[in-house]
């Protein structure tokens, strides 16, 4: 199967955690503080991030369940992990985000999601803050017995809210039919991410995000041979901005 590249569409901006975000990493023998449900953070660094496979993955199922997919016959039952996978080469899903098969008629993902890091400006905010953690804080939740209401305590690490990571997805064009309706139904994915939650505890008020999209670069394959220049087009109004842009983006 032919897969040309007929250009790029760099998305770019920032994450804003609008309540905390947990992202749940390892829990190692000994835990920062001590604690027992740690997030997910770089182990060089000890910053706390957000996956691109969290984002990518939560947008994909939004995406499903927005256009009445069926489960595929294809996923891999022993992972334990159910979702739409199809063959169709028109499938709005699986030709942006990818789908395995088992007969070999795999379709490779088009959209590349980069882990997000904190800006320079939060983490210094963040370090600041008088936790026991640095860059998070503790939740303290309790479950109750519905009999005796007896309470069980837990804490939990997350990443405040007010927060914000360097945001950036990639869109690679190998059908010009597809590119307008793939960006669109990318920035709905998106639109439906803001408002469900992204990693754990979302039922319990985690998780809440905005995506301040704030700029979009498209690079024609003729750039990459050396000719030519990148365009880039201004966004402002978050993800009702960059719906606006993709047509002139687009079209330019």
């Known amino acids: 199967m032919e897969r040309p590249i007929l250009g790029k569409y760099i998305i770019k901006g920032k994450i804003i955690l609008e309540t905390g975000l947990r992202i749940g990493g390892q829990e190692l023998g000994v835990n920062i503080g001590g604690i027992d449900n740690p ?11 957000i996956p691109g496979s969290s984002v990518k993955g939560k947008m994909r199922s939004l995406m499903e369940r927005l256009l009445a997919l069926p489960l595929s016959s294809n996923t891999d039952e022993e992972e334990g992990i159910r979702k739409h996978e199809c063959e169709n080469r028109e499938c709005k899903v699986c030709r942006v985000f990818g789908s395995t098969s088992k007969n070999g008629n795999n379709m490779p993902s088009r959209l590349l999601v980069r882990d997000a890091f904190l800006t320079e400006d939060s983490k210094t905010k963040l370090l600041n803050m008088e936790t026991d953690l640095p860059y998070t804080e503790w939740k303290a939740e309790n479950t109750l017995d519905r009999v005796t209401c007896k309470a069980n305590p837990r804490n939990f690490e997350r990443i405040p809210a007010g927060a914000e990571f360097e945001f950036e997805i990639i869109y690679t064009a190998e059908n010009e039919n597809h590119i307008k309706e793939d960006l669109e139904n990318i920035a709905t994915a998106l639109e439906l991410l803001e408002d469900d939650y992204l990693g754990g505890n979302g ?21 990459y041979k050396g000719e030519g220049t990148p365009v880039e087009k201004e966004v402002k109004g978050g993800v009702e901005g960059f719906k606006k842009a993709i047509s002139e983006i687009v079209k330019g």
Do not use: H
């Not at 997030?39 to 991030?49: C, K, M, Q, S």
């Not at 998780?207 to 690079?219: D, L, N």
């Open 39 to 49: 997030v997910i953070r770089n182990p060089l660094t000890g910053e706390p991030y």
């Open 203 to 223: 039922s319990r008020g985690y998780g809440k995000v905005k995506f301040s999209i704030e700029k979009v670069i498209y690079k024609s394959a003729g750039y």
